[in-house]
DNA sequence: GCTAAACTTCAATAATTCATGAAATGTTGT
DNA sequence: ACAACATTTCATGAATTATTGAAGTTTAGC
């Protein structure tokens, strides 16, 4: 899987309000993460519809889930929402440096300039 | 149109590698910007598919064009970008901030965070 | 073991998206 | 006006994605 099929992807599994919702809610809880029907309850999914979504995000990196009890709490993965934001204006005129304005995203070096460890995924 | 609804369009209108790649040579490219001719040659993309796809760019609001002889010359919405890329991460663990690790966006200051005055689109 | 709660799987349908070929529009230069 | 180039529009079919209802699985408590 290329780079842009691999970025592709996680676009794609965030272009949904729904799962747009429940990444923010995720983002927003931070690494201690949340139950699926917590997810559920106050974005009025149903039961199967949350699990299609979350599979979805799960299934392109940008969400993980652990077994607490009989509950299942997600929690985003920021590294990989790190990755994706830092690659959409990571590289900012490349190109023709000298003709970006001051707001150019890469004028000064910005924290969201992370590695991670991660090798490619292999679907 | 909702937030989410309207950040999700601009997130579907990237979920292609396509188009992906498109933004990502416009980005480059820096203000000046791309012609479509010159962006369909190196990518491969036959020319109906890439009206196609800039045109939903556009309609999402990611990239503008201006007519240039017979070329119509595209750039990124930079402003756009930026404040997609701002919302997916930044909001990160505001409901227990103190349970987030140091590499939280949040936790420091990002260039990322501007704001624009542009309304809301009406589609 | 039984029951309820939390979640997942399955199946069918509806809706959207993408690729392709053919035709049309607008622009430049002769 | 004509020819060539750049781009857009239109129409079709294939493929993917989303929604819904019903049934199945796992865990906790009694």
Redesign the pocket.
Known sequence: MSQDELIAKKL?AM??P??LAIVHMLVKAGPQGV????L?GPLDI???????????LAHAGLVE?R?S?????YTAAFDELLNLTNYLVGSCCVDSAEKCGPRCPTSEPSPMHISTSRGEQND
Chains 1, 2 share one sequence.
């Not at 139950?35 to 917590?38: P, T, V």
């Not at 009890?69 to 709490?73: A, E």
């Open positions: 794609s272009a949904h729904a799962r139950s699926a029907s917590q559920g149903a039961a199967n519809a949350l699990t299609f979504h979350l599979q979805k889930s077994r009890g009989r509950f299942v709490i």
